[in-house]
Structures are given as structure tokens and as C-alpha cells.
């Protein structure tokens, strides 16, 4: 059984910085691809990065520049560094699996499995 637990959300003042982490059991990161995903209340789930199995990164644009998805392979964790926050930030943000070891999606419907999520607040 495949589970991923999202830690390191909080609040944070606009121009903060803090990192996600997203941790595995039952599943290996290096072998699948990886996403980030944030919701704000009333709006819809939306991509923020994503990285394959071999490494190559992806963004929305609305966070270029500002966040990094990164990968420990030896802790089996993923992680996202944003920089940089802005009001706009405020979300809960999900890690998300993908079966493709190297599709880059932006789509939450590629990912099968999703953490539970972690908030992150910004106070300006």
C-alpha cells in the first residue's frame, strides 16, 4: 500500500521562505514521477511541480523562479523549496505519485496516489 505524508507547512509572512517535505512507504520516489499540487479554498486543485524519475523539473508558471522540487533519494523524500511566498501561496499543498516514471503532468487526474496534505498560511 502506497502512502505519502506531507509535512512542513505552517505560517509564514509574505517574502518568507519554507520547504515541503513528502515522504513515502510502499513506494520508491526514484521509480515514479512526483507532483506538488496545491488548493486554495473555492478554487480548484492546481499543479505547482513536478519531477520525473530521472530528474528533469517542471513548473507552473505562477511559481517559476520561486519554488524548487527536489528529490533525496536516500530518504525516499521529495521536497519543494518556495521562496520568495506571496499571499497568493495560502493553500493546502499536496504531494502527489504518478505510475509513469517519466511523464511530467500538470493534470492531478495522471497522479494515483496523494498524500493527505499540509497548510500553508501567509500573513502579510
Known amino acids: 500500500q502506497v502512502q505519502l505524508v506531507e509535512s512542513g507547512g505552517g505560517l509564514v509572512q509574505a517574502g518568507g521562505s519554507l520547504r515541503l517535505s513528502c515522504v513515502a512507504s510502499?513506494?520508491?520516489?526514484?521509480?515514479?514521477?512526483t507532483g506538488w499540487f496545491r488548493q486554495a479554498p473555492g478554487k480548484e486543485r492546481e499543479f505547482v511541480a513536478a519531477?520525473?524519475?530521472?530528474?528533469?523539473?517542471f513548473y507552473a508558471d505562477s511559481v517559476k523562479g520561486r519554488f524548487t522540487i527536489s528529490r533525496d533519494n536516500a530518504k525516499n523524500t521529495v521536497y519543494l523549496q518556495m521562496n520568495s511566498l506571496k499571499p497568493y501561496d495560502t493553500a493546502f499543498y499536496y504531494c502527489?505519485?504518478?505510475?509513469?516514471?517519466?511523464?511530467?503532468?500538470?493534470?492531478?487526474?495522471?497522479?494515483?496516489?496523494w498524500g493527505q496534505g499540509t497548510h500553508v498560511t501567509l500573513s502579510s
Open positions: 502527489a505519485s504518478d505510475n509513469s516514471p517519466y511523464r511530467l503532468s500538470r493534470h492531478a487526474y495522471e497522479y494515483d496516489y
Open positions: 510502499g513506494r520508491t520516489f526514484t521509480g515514479y514521477a
Open positions: 519531477i520525473t524519475r530521472g530528474g528533469n523539473t
